[in-house]
């Protein structure tokens, strides 16, 4: 039986987690933590930490788990290249899930958005629009840059020098091998995603909507069942899910 822990346990998402670990037959509940609570004291009651909290949180957890060779799943976005590279060299010395989105569903898409982008993306104009609550601080979501570098990937492209996040005054005509972002964010939307290839008469859209947080926390508690025992690595939900 997993040991399972969750950092930011107060929040929403924490007490999604919660919920989802004890309804999940594979996993035992080993602690909740939040701001102010030291890590360090209890890192003989967890095998692996869930952490869905704020970049600088997460780092520090990373530290502690670092320091007592547990295993960690993260669901934290917003990381700069630098903190990214920390969680790449950590995972060297423990086993790491990190995902910017822990849903089944979307992990799918993201399989169906590679096929759909070696398809029919050198002939289209591609954009990707996502949707969240009023609360939600960084923009685009970690979900839409990674369905951005997994069509830009498929394409042969860098999404860093391809990528176009919103637009304003008067532009050029559109470069087809550029891809464009737009955020929206107001009341509670847990999250939405929409893909969309434009051709010439004619256009796909590939989306995925978000009505509940728990599909998060289960793909997330799943990911730390699967995660237990693993070698020490970075993996994906793409991993967990063995897709």
Known sequence: MTKVAINGAKGKMGLALIDSINLNKNVNFGGGFDKGDSLDMALDDFDVL?????????????????????????????????ELETINQASNKIP???????????????????????????DSS???????????????SGTAIKMGEVVANALGRDLSKCAIY?????EEPRDLNTIGFSSIRGGDVVGEHTVIFFMEGERVEITHK?????IYANGAVRAAHWLHNKPNGLYSMQDVLDL
């Open 96 to 122: 790491i899930v990190f995902a910017p989105n822990m849903s089944i569903g979307v992990n799918l898409t993201l399989k169906i958005l590679e096929t759909s982008a070696k398809v029919i993306g050198p």
């Open 50 to 82: 869930i952490d869905f909290t704020r970049p600088e949180a997460t780092l520090s957890a990373l530290s502690s788990c670092l320091s007592s060779s547990k295993a960690m799943v993260i669901g934290t976005t917003g990381f700069s290249d630098n």
């Open 126 to 140: 591609i954009e990707i629009i996502e949707s969240h609550h009023r609360f939600k601080v960084d923009s685009p």
């Open 166 to 170: 919103g637009r304003e005054g008067i």
């Open 210 to 214: 978000a009505s509940s947080r728990m």
